[in-house]
T-cell receptor, first 113, second 115 residues
Framework: DAGVIQSPRHEVTEMGQEVTLRCKPI?????LFWYRQTMMRGLELLIY????????DSGMPEDRFSAKMPNASFSTLKIQPSEPRDSAVYFC???????????FGDGTRLSIL | AQSVTQLGSHVSVSEGALVLLRCNYS??????LFWYVQYPNQGLQLLLK??????LVKGINGFEAEFKKSETSFHLTKPSAHMSDAAEYFC?????????????FGQGTILTVHP
């Protein structure tokens, strides 16, 4: 299995632009998690899905952030409009069921200028 | 509410020395506990997991952790550090497999290994 695949690996854009981060989870893994990692705040859970349905989005920092999971093999995290303070590494993780560990992608390093 | 606390944001050891990374948990139900490692520019990789079977759990790369209920601890150890062990380590908990598998992470411990 290829594991969790995230794209792009790096993104640099100017503030105000729309940013879309993509995640392809492991086949058969029913839960998907989006995290943000920064030096200041560490690893933060933004939102997670179970069977494509958003379960808890309380970690989404603002309305500028949105996430979708239109099917079991694809999810997006969108920031519109982006701001410099959104600069971070964003991770996607997949989980087969609630008793199993989460498997992480290699992340997207986002820089907003 | 479940939580984990990692004692020491930075740990430095010499190559060949014992590695000890500390993690304490608080949970109202028997917890599931995990240790993850993060190498530079990579995602988190599972080292080992405790799910209420054996209290001593062996993981990859020679690491192991012992679940001690009386101390509410799940410390990570390795008898002999290698240069390649330098990374950041995260302890995490998922209280008894509930909450759709949502994990609560510690703040991380950066391990430095000196020659």
């Amino acid at each position: 299995d290829a594991g969790v695949i995230q794209s792009p690996r790096h993104e640099v854009t100017e503030m105000g632009q729309e940013v879309t981060l993509r995640c392809k989870p492991i086949s058969g893994h029913n839960s998907l998690f989006w995290y943000r990692q920064t030096m200041m705040r560490g690893l933060e859970l933004l939102i997670y899905f179970n069977n494509n349905v958003p379960i808890d989005d309380s970690g989404m920092p603002e309305d500028r952030f949105s996430a979708k999971m239109p099917n079991a093999s694809f999810s997006t995290l969108k920031i519109q409009p982006s701001e410099p303070r959104d600069s971070a590494v964003y991770f996607c993780a997949a989980q087969e069921n609630s008793n199993q560990p989460q498997h992480f992608g290699d992340g997207t390093r986002l820089s907003i200028l | 509410a479940q939580s984990v606390t990692q004692l020491g944001s930075h740990v430095s050891v010499s190559e060949g020395a014992l590695v000890l990374l500390r993690c304490n948990y608080s949970s109202s139900v028997p917890p599931y506990l995990f240790w993850y490692v993060q190498y530079p520019n990579q995602g988190l990789q599972l080292l080992l997991k405790y799910t209420s079977a054996a209290t001593l759990v062996k993981g990859i790369n020679g690491f192991e952790a012992e679940f001690k209920k009386s101390e509410t601890s799940f410390h990570l150890t390795k008898p002999s550090a290698h240069m390649s062990d330098a990374a950041e380590y995260f302890c995490a908990t998922n209280a008894g497999g509930t909450s759709y598998g949502k994990l609560t992470f510690g703040q991380g411990t950066i391990l430095t290994v000196h020659p």
